[in-house]
């Protein structure tokens, strides 16, 4: 079916197992991070989480190929194949080998690799929620510094009430219970409304906002004087002599 060299398909193979391996890892992390995958992808756990599993799947083909020997051909890229498909469905199991027999007090021996992958799942996702924590409150500092209450306030509603995003209900009269409360200050409410913009809107919206910077304010019209003309002073020595 291919007619490919024997070093090019151990090649393709390994890349084969590391390429699917890396796919399923951030499918793992843009499924949770829908609104923001790409700030997501870019930081430390997530290339942490896809390094294991790329390195695991890598490991595991390198086994298979010691222990039963490197398959020649086409069938090197179908073995690369299965260990990258098969892999993460081996993350993802409890192997039980010793199961005692009912009424026994004995917990019998099994070694759960899910509950390890799910523990380092953990641990990414924290990294990943403080990155984008220190990125997110970073921009709605700036927000409240560089951008006024009625600015925030105008984008928000027509995200919200104008139906440009899909949100619930509720969210449509969220602007109002934040400007409508007398106990806050105006920098709580700048906060709560740049928060909401960065929910809602999600990240490009409030950094183009910033980009643009405030809005000018109006300009005054410019109100027009109109003097009146002045009649010309004849002089005194002006008169015709007859």
């Avoid at 393709?12 to 843009?30: C, F, N």
């Avoid at 695991?56 to 690369?80: C, D, H, K, R, Y």
């Avoid at 409890?94 to 021996?109: A, Q």
């Amino acid at each position: 079916m291919f007619n490919v060299s024997p070093n090019l398909a151990i090649a393709l193979s390994y890349l084969i197992a590391a390429s699917i391996s890396a796919v399923l890892a951030v499918a793992e992390i843009v499924t949770v991070f829908e609104k923001d995958s790409r700030r997501a992808l870019n930081t430390g756990g997530a290339l942490l989480l896809i390094t294991i599993n790329v390195a695991f799947s890598v490991l595991i083909l390198l086994l298979v190929n010691t222990i039963g020997g490197t398959p020649a051909g086409e069938n090197q890229l179908w073995v690369a194949l299965g260990v990258g498909l098969g892999f993460p469905t081996l993350l993802r199991t409890r192997f039980t080998f010793i199961k005692p027999l009912p009424g026994s007090t004995e917990e019998g021996v099994a070694v759960s690799l899910d509950e390890l992958y799910g523990r380092l799942q953990r641990f990414c996702r924290q990294q990943i929620d403080q990155s984008l924590a220190t990125g997110r409150v970073q921009m709605v500092d700036d927000a409240m510094r560089q951008l006024d209450i009625g600015t925030l306030e105008k984008r928000l509603r027509l995200l919200l009430e104008g139906g440009l995003v899909l949100a619930d209900p509720a969210a449509t009269g969220y602007v109002d219970k934040i400007m409508t409360q007398a106990t806050y200050t105006e920098d709580r409410k700048k906060m709560l409304l740049a928060f909401g913009l960065l929910n809602y809107g999600g990240h490009r919206t409030l950094r183009q906002m910033l980009k643009a910077g405030p809005a000018p304010p109006p300009k005054k019209p410019r109100r027009r004087i109109f003097r009146k003309k002045q009649k010309p002073i004849e002089p005194e020595n002006s008169h015709k002599i007859t």
